[in-house]
Structures are given as structure tokens and as C-alpha cells.
């Protein structure tokens, strides 16, 4: 069936511009994450989403960092004034259940120039 | 909150010979433990994983190990062949109190023909 896809695959943005990443989850499944990878290094975690419950945003690095999730299903990372050090992949994952079997999608390769 | 090392950070093998990657885990709560695989310009893929009411588990070429006293765990690959080159992830994470995966910061592991 078909897997966690994001969109878009690449961004190139100007220091300072918002940018909005799009996940889509597999379908069914309740739970949903989301995480950044910088180059060369491990995941790291930033929100979750479970259901209508209200969401875990304990990994957001700054307030300019937002996410939502509509309907229970498709999910927008929202990035405002984006800094060089955003730059990385972020990687949204769904499961049926936290937090065990999480699927990945491809990642959004963020570049903020 | 968890932390999770992972060693050695490359590791370059033989075709045919075996690969060992080695995690450590530092919340004793923890009690699920999976490996991703990631190739270049792709997200992680769940290989294999090990919950903590037992203490090995197999899948063809690929088995995890888990000593839970000692709160290690390990990825093992036999019979390596040139597509298992990648970079590989452990991670951690327990139901409850815990909403999110807490990974290593990878092996990349390089199987050479």
C-alpha cells in the first residue's frame, strides 16, 4: 500500500521567508511525528500528533516553529523567518500506535540560503 | 530523558563477512528497540525490532539482541552483500511517558564487493 509521502522533496529558501513542509501519513494510522535530520547526524525529534488529543511540541527548537494536523490526517510543518541553521531533512513518520513502528517518508530537504 | 550512543560510527566490511553495530540506552524504562536503514536521498526504513520481554530476535540475514541489564542492544548482519550498504539507526523508547523515538546518531556501514 502506499507509504508516508511529504512534499516537497527539495526547498531552497532566503533567510528570513516562511516556508510550510506537507506530510501525508499512511492511511489509518493515528499517530504522526515529526523530526529533523542535520547533516551527519541522528534524528531529532520535534512533535506529535495522537487523534483529536492536543499535540507533544516538547522538541520545537524556537516559537517560530509550528505544526498542524487537519482532520486527523494530512500534516503541515510550518517554519517562519527561517535561519541557516534550519536548514536539514525533516522527516515526518506515522504509526497505528505510539511509538512503536514508525514508517518514514523521503524527507524535505530545507536549504535556507 | 533517554540517550542513545551508538558505535562504531563507520564500518567497512567485507562482502559475505558480518557487521556488529552496538547501542547503549540509559532510561532502564525503556522497552522497545528498533533498527532503520537508511540509503542516500531516502528516509529511515524499519528493518527489524525488539521489544524487552525477549532477548533475541531473527529475520533472515538480520538479527538484535538486547541485554537489558546492561542496557545494550545490538544490530548483527551475516552474509553482508554490497546492498546493505547504508547508513543504520538504533533507537528507544518505552509506551508509556515517552511519545517519541530516541535515535542513535548512526552507523554508516559500507560492504565492499
Known amino acids: 500500500g502506499a507509504g508516508v509521502s511529504q512534499s516537497p522533496s527539495n526547498k531552497v529558501t532566503e533567510k528570513g521567508k516562511d516556508v510550510e513542509l506537507r506530510c501525508d501519513p499512511i492511511?489509518?494510522?493515528?499517530?504522526l511525528y515529526w523530526y529533523r535530520q542535520s547533516l551527519g547526524q541522528g534524528l531529532e525529534f520535534l512533535i506529535y500528533?495522537?487523534?483529536?488529543?492536543?499535540?507533544?511540541k516538547s522538541g520545537l527548537p524556537s516559537d517560530r516553529f509550528s505544526a498542524e494536523r487537519t482532520g486527523g490526517s494530512v500534516s503541515t510543518l510550518t517554519i517562519q523567518r527561517t535561519q541557516q541553521e534550519d536548514s536539514a531533512v525533516y522527516l515526518c513518520?506515522?504509526?497505528?500506535?505510539?511509538?512503536?513502528?514508525?514508517?518514514f517518508g523521503p524527507g524535505t530537504r530545507l536549504t535556507v540560503t | 530523558g533517554e540517550n542513545v550512543e551508538q558505535h562504531p560510527s563507520t564500518l567497512s566490511v567485507q562482502e559475505g563477512d558480518s557487521a556488529v553495530i552496538k547501542c547503549t540506552y540509559s532510561?532502564?524504562?525503556?522497552?522497545?528497540f528498533p533498527w532503520y536503514k537508511q540509503e542516500l536521498g531516502k528516509g529511515p526504513q524499519l528493518i527489524i525490532d525488539?521489544?524487552?520481554?525477549?532477548g533475541e530476535k531473527k529475520d533472515q540475514r538480520i538479527a538484535v539482541t538486547l541485554n537489558k541489564t546492561a542496557k545494550h542492544f545490538s544490530l548483527h548482519i551475516t552474509e553482508t552483500q554490497p546492498e546493505d550498504s547504508a547508513v543504520y539507526f538504533c533507537?528507544?523508547?518505552?509506551?508509556?511517558?515517552?511519545?517519541?523515538?530516541?535515535f542513535g546518531t548512526g552507523t554508516r556501514l559500507t560492504v565492499i564487493p
Open positions: 532510561d532502564s524504562a525503556s522497552n522497545y
Open positions: 492511511s489509518g494510522h493515528t499517530a
Open positions: 500528533f495522537q487523534g483529536n488529543s492536543a499535540p507533544d
Open positions: 525488539i521489544r524487552s520481554n525477549v
Open positions: 513518520a506515522s504509526s497505528f500506535a505510539k511509538p512503536y513502528e514508525q514508517y
Open positions: 533507537a528507544a523508547s518505552r509506551q508509556t511517558g515517552a511519545n517519541n523515538l530516541f
